[in-house]
């Protein structure tokens, strides 16, 4: 089985949100993909099984279980499709446990269409500012929870409590604010304590509901977003209607053959 450990969400290695990629003729059984994830020990490790033309049936695992819904390990698989399984490709669609998705290659950059999250603003608890460690002033709820600080720096600087984060609401729960660099709109870091990952460095899926939400904000279509983990990552998010787009570059770290 070949492996590729793929950087995305940046041009450089080392940075970004790594992620591992299998492309498979069949998916193994699910205990095998957990046990490879979690000798991966990465935030998500992609499955990917060809089908007809341009179509791809796509798995994501975390060490601790199978998601819904992955965006830089969908960017990610993308990349090694276009970059060494079939160079020919510009566009590829994958089935996947929320729906279909399409990413489209543009020049150094990837597109990803995805499904906007239906979210809703929810009370700030005193247990959000406990767990953050830092004031709360705005939360909205999707499939995770999403609360807005005071400032960037406050996002930068913040050191959660772990465990009360486990406490809250969603699956996933993520800090933003507007950003004071000219050259993006927000920033954000997001946390998954509850299926053991703790900080996220870059992640496309929250972004469907952070985008939205400050392109509402900012009166913008188009955002420029700073994901501010310590590997750091950039992401540019449209839009349309329902949809969010999402673009990012990637850049391949490893590739490996695995003895199963």
């Known amino acids: 089985m070949q492996q590729f450990i793929v950087d995305a969400f940046t041009e450089k290695i080392f940075c970004g949100n790594p992620a591992a990629v299998c492309i498979l003729k069949n998916f193994p059984d699910d205990e ?3 046990k490879i994830a979690q000798e991966n020990n990465l935030s998500e490790t992609a499955f990917a099984v060809k089908g007809e033309n341009n179509f791809y049936k796509l798995r994501w695992f975390t060490p601790s279980c199978e998601i819904d819904f992955c965006g830089h390990a969908t960017l990610a698989t993308a990349f090694v499709i276009f970059t060494q399984i079939e160079k020919n490709l510009n566009s590829v669609e994958f089935e996947t446990l929320r729906g279909k998705f399409s990413v489209t290659k543009r020049e150094n950059f990837f597109e990803m269409n995805f499904p906007a999250y239906e979210y809703k603003k929810i009370p700030v608890t005193d247990e959000m500012s406990a767990a953050i460690g830092e004031k709360v002033l705005e939360a909205y709820f999707s499939r995770d929870l999403l609360m807005v600080l005071e400032s960037d720096e406050k996002v930068k600087n913040l050191r959660p409590d772990f465990e009360k ?6 699956l996933i729960q993520a800090v933003t604010a507007k950003s004071s660099d000219k050259n993006f709109d927000c920033v954000s870091r997001v946390f998954a304590p509850k299926i053991k990952i703790p900080e996220d460095p870059v992640t496309g899926s929250t972004h469907c509901l952070i985008a939205p939400i400050w392109s509402e904000k900012l009166s913008k279509n188009i955002l420029k977003c700073y994901q501010a983990s310590e590997r750091g990552g950039n992401l540019i998010c449209e839009i ?3 949809r969010v787009k ?4 990637a850049v391949l770290f490893a590739q490996s053959e695995l003895n199963i």
């Open 32 to 34: 095998i993909m957990l």
């Open 246 to 249: 999402i673009s990012g570059s």
């Open 240 to 242: 349309s209607g329902d």
């Open 165 to 170: 984060l486990k406490n809250l609401d969603g």
